[in-house]
Nanobody, 119 residues
Framework: QLQASGGGLVQPGGSLRLSCVVEGSVFSVDTMGWYLQAPGKQRELVADITAGLDRNYGDSVKDRFTISRWNAKNTVYLQMDNLKPEDTAVYYC???????????????WGQGTQVTVSS
């Protein structure tokens, strides 16, 4: 399971840091990432990062958000700076997980954490 934390209410221009950990014993974690879903809209990529630390960002968050990970703890972070009201959404973490060496990588989603940017 993926456990996300760090959402909340922040004023425009403020910052938040989201965290997501892959809980339990797993063999390997490949790509980890964050997606957002605003009311009435489809889920969209915010940023993702491979085990080799290659990063990919959505156009709307480039130069404002930074994704990082701690491989030893199977944890991914999203540092969100200069937040805007349009960043308001539920943020979901995602990870490609190999539970057992003999299995296949499968995608898992966290439960979502609300980020609200408002004055």
């Amino acid at each position: 399971q993926l456990q996300a934390s760090g959402g909340g209410l922040v004023q425009p221009g403020g910052s938040l840091r989201l965290s997501c950990v892959v809980e339990g014993s797993v063999f390997s974690v490949d790509t980890m990432g964050w997606y957002l879903q605003a009311p009435g809209k489809q889920r969209e990529l915010v940023a993702d990062i491979t085990a080799g630390l290659d990063r990919n960002y959505g156009d709307s968050v480039k130069d404002r958000f930074t994704i990082s990970r701690w491989n030893a703890k199977n944890t991914v972070y999203l540092q969100m700076d200069n937040l805007k009201p349009e960043d308001t959404a539920v943020y979901y973490c995602y990870a490609d997980v190999l539970v057992r060496r003999s299995g296949n990588y499968q995608g898992y989603w966290g439960q979502g954490t609300q980020v609200t940017v408002s004055s």
